[in-house]
């Protein structure tokens, strides 16, 4: 467990002051966080940067709550980025900073699920969960760490869209298999496998993200009286998204791209050619997946709103890590991918909702993490936020009562890029390529500066104009990465 003692000295420079927390809200109110998957900064239609997307019932959370323009995950992928986010705390401090075994749950960690449990909540996990290990004997898997309903699947974001049936899968792997021992290059074996519902496995057909939308509206009914904590967690926008409902193709006039046949075609031949710029409906296949969505949410408000739930629920609409262009993301003005310390890769939408308590109508620039979910949940929910908590409680914020709270600073480190925002200024390094180059995005290596309010794009290079900056902005790191290898 970190001192909380030693930290003083270099936190109180990371955040603004939190002020009073908020008085007389309502007591305990019902709390769902939605999680999207690699969505793009500019792929929601309240930013009003993409022209071409449509999400009116995420839109309506932005209407009824607060939008984030500087909203922060911990981490540029999956895994780490989705630790960081259940347990409040940077993911670093357990020696997870890329794919990998570490990304799992630390038993000196405390989930969301398991902090509001304390308070008599019921608590459900739908969809992709990703860190860890996806056995259910671990303490990764949903129903080890406070959730009380699970259905879904862990492992990794290759989960199929369409097929769900671990005897299908038997066979892929064996063709997997094959496909090794013949020399093929690379390769990743799609996840076609059942969905596990508690610890059974359920074996069916259907579009994940209209089953994920359904088993969420039965945990909402089947909750209705009780206080209620539900995670949905997509697996849209994800690679990969051409593996749409044939209905839809026909509709819309779409050929559609083929699932990899270890048979017949080499991996990252096939891999590449579904990835921009080589893939001219992959834009279109993109806008499916984040339609789909779309409407699944909407649904769920519905049945909120028909269960007379609506003023008393607590909704979270954010992405996992930034967009990922080669699946066609749109990151408006921000530099970089999914996969990269550049803005692109971090700064994801975020937007808060609760009628009639938070604000409504609030476009936010103040720098949020993904780490102050679990603060603020706790304090809605009067539970003790744990020490090891890196985030902060924004409830007055959302309310209005503090309109400057946020942090002032934030840190990154990948194990090949680091970066530190404090106030306008992003100080980054990158030290090796190699996961940019296979994943088809860009990377410029060594040590940069960048002015974000003149330059959100990330193009104009100032370490060599603003030394001193670079110095103070590389001492922070380096006093972080001192604390942060203390470990928990």
């Given amino acids: 467990m970190m001192k909380l003692l030693k930290l003083k000295s270099w936190l109180a ?7 009073a927390v908020a008085n007389e809200l309502p007591s305990q109110p019902n709390i ?6 690699d969505q793009g900064y500019a792929d929601i239609g309240a930013s009003g940067l993409a022209d071409d997307v449509q999400t009116p019932n995420i839109d309506r959370l932005a209407k009824q709550g607060t939008r984030f323009t500087s909203a922060y ?18 993911n670093q401090r357990q020696g997870a900073y890329w794919y ?9 960690l405390t989930t969301i699920a398991e902090v509001i449990k304390t308070q008599g ?6 969809g992709k969960y990703h860190y860890g290990s996806s056995k259910p004997d671990v303490r990764d898997f949903p129903l080890n760490h406070g959730f009380d309903y699970f259905y879904g699947y862990g492992g990794n974001g290759r989960k199929h869209f369409l097929i769900h049936d671990d005897a299908y899968a038997l066979a892929q792997k064996q063709k997997f298999n094959a496909y090794k021992k013949r020399g093929g290059k690379k390769g990743q074996l799609l996840e076609y496998g059942a969905f596990w519902n508690g610890t059974e496995r359920d074996n069916r057909s259907g ?16 909750n209705k009286d009780n206080k209620f904590y539900l995670q949905l967690a997509f697996n849209s926008v994800h690679n990969f998204t051409h593996q749409l409902p044939e209905d839809y193709l026909k509709a819309n006039k779409l050929k559609g791209y083929h699932d990899w046949d270890p048979d017949t075609e080499d991996y990252y031949t096939w891999y590449e050619n579904s990835r921009y710029p080589n893939n001219p409906e992959g834009r ?5 997946q984040l339609e789909y969505m779309d409407k699944e949410i909407g649904k769920l408000f519905a049945t909120i709103d028909e269960q007379g739930l609506g003023d008393d629920t607590v909704i979270i609409f954010v992405s996992d890590n930034g967009g990922s262009t080669p699946i066609y993301a749109n990151n408006g003005p921000l530099r970089g991918s999914k996969y990269t310390l550049y803005e692109g890769g971090i700064r994801v939408p975020m937007m808060i909702s609760w009628p009639g308590t938070f604000q409504q109508g609030v476009v936010s620039d103040n720098m949020v993490s993904t780490m102050d979910i679990l603060p603020t949940l706790a304090n809605l929910a009067g539970a003790q936020v744990p020490e090891h908590v890196d985030g902060q409680d924004i409830t007055t914020l959302l309310t209005g009562e503090n309109v400057k709270l946020g942090h002032q600073t934030l840190v990154w480190d990948t194990g090949h890029e680091t970066a530190v925002r404090q106030g306008k200024w992003k100080f980054k390094t990158a030290t090796d390529g190699k996961y940019a180059k296979y994943e088809m995005v860009e990377l ?6 960048y002015n974000l309010d003149n330059d959100p794009a990330e193009s104009v290079n100032l370490a060599n104009k603003h030394p001193e900056i670079v110095k103070r902005l590389s001492a922070y790191y380096q006093q972080w990465q001192t604390d942060i290898k203390r470990g928990l």
């Fill in 13 to 19: 420079l990371a955040l603004f002051s939190t002020g």
């Fill in 32 to 37: 769902i966080v939605i999680v999207s998957d």
């Fill in 73 to 90: 995950v911990t981490a540029p992928i999956c895994n780490v980025s989705r630790l960081g986010l259940i347990t409040g705390t940077y």
């Fill in 100 to 108: 990998g075994k570490k990304a799992a749950i630390s038993d000196k």
């Fill in 121 to 126: 909540y019921t608590s459900g996990y739908i």
């Fill in 207 to 222: 579009f994940s993200t209209e089953i994920y939308g359904e088993k969420a509206r039965e945990f909402v009914k089947n």
């Fill in 284 to 288: 279109a296949h993109y806008l499916a």
């Fill in 444 to 449: 410029e290596l060594g040590t940069f500066l």
